[in-house]
């Protein structure tokens, strides 16, 4: 029997965008050669903003980042509440095969990880959770909105007292306004309802045997394993050439 991959939320997006994509990445784990002269990436962006945040709440950043002034205001509510204990921020959690709980750094049995940003316990039947995001909102809904319900899927499966769910998303680079924050209640049942669907998406990252190159416009563009140049414009450069079907 070949050897299981691990899952995430991220890591079935790239498998289903382009198994080949993550193969090279997640398997053979290929560096993406992006020169560090060309300008900070979204994907290091929005790491830099998370970490920002992370550390302002926990106190190990006394002054308040200036890039997130637009939510000092929720940001100083959770920093209150992590002060009183209900707070975990990134939080890890593991499950192997079967969907039991497991250590996170369980690495002969754990097969789906998830980071919760931000965990609010306020009680033995109620679970906040925050996910902050950076770039744009628009187009992007459908996707962060399934990425909410696996990690309140994953609480679900954890706590077993929990019975609502709310999950609150941060758009860090644009106003509050009516849908911003991105703000959902659910209750055990419609959580849990999401558990099959959730299972047989994992199911095919981890029994994968198989990795086809899916080439499209929008696989390729920004594929650093393509042959020819990754992007466009001034912030372009050469992929590895792994992968020579590229379509654009």
């Known amino acids: 029997m070949s050897k299981l991959n691990s899952s995430s939320f991220s890591r079935a997006e790239a498998f289903e965008k382009c198994p080949y994509f993550f193969k090279l990445r997640h398997i053979d784990k290929i560096p993406d050669p992006r020169p560090e002269d060309i300008g900070e990436s979204p994907l290091d962006r929005g790491s830099r903003l998370h970490d920002l945040a992370e550390r302002y709440v926990d106190g190990r950043l006394r002054k308040f980042p200036e890039e997130l002034v637009l939510w000092k205001e929720r940001l100083d509510k959770i920093k209150k509440l992590h002060q009183r204990g209900i707070v975990v921020l990134e939080e890890r959690l593991a499950f192997d095969e079967l969907w039991n709980p ?7 049995n754990a097969l789906y990880r998830m980071v919760a940003d931000v965990r609010i316990l306020p009680n033995d039947e109620q679970i906040i959770i925050i996910d902050y995001k950076s770039g744009r909102k628009d187009g992007n809904e459908v996707k962060h909105h399934s990425q ?9 499966l954890l706590y077993p007292t ?28 419609r959580v849990l309802r999401n558990f099959a669907r959730m299972q047989k998406r994992h199911n095919k990252v981890i029994h994968a045997e198989f990795y086809p190159a899916h080439p499209s416009q929008n696989a390729c563009r920004f594929c650093p394993y393509k042959a020819g140049l990754v992007g466009s414009g001034k912030n372009s450069y050469p992929g590895t050439g792994h992968c020579r079907k590229n379509v654009c």
């Open 102 to 108: 497991v250590a996170y750094d369980d690495w002969a």
């Open 162 to 189: 929990l019975q609502e769910f709310t999950t609150q998303l941060y758009y860090f680079d644009q106003p509050q306004n009516t849908s911003n924050p991105t703000i959902k209640t659910f209750t055990r049942e």
């Open 148 to 156: 909410a319900m696996e990690y309140a899927t994953g609480y679900a």
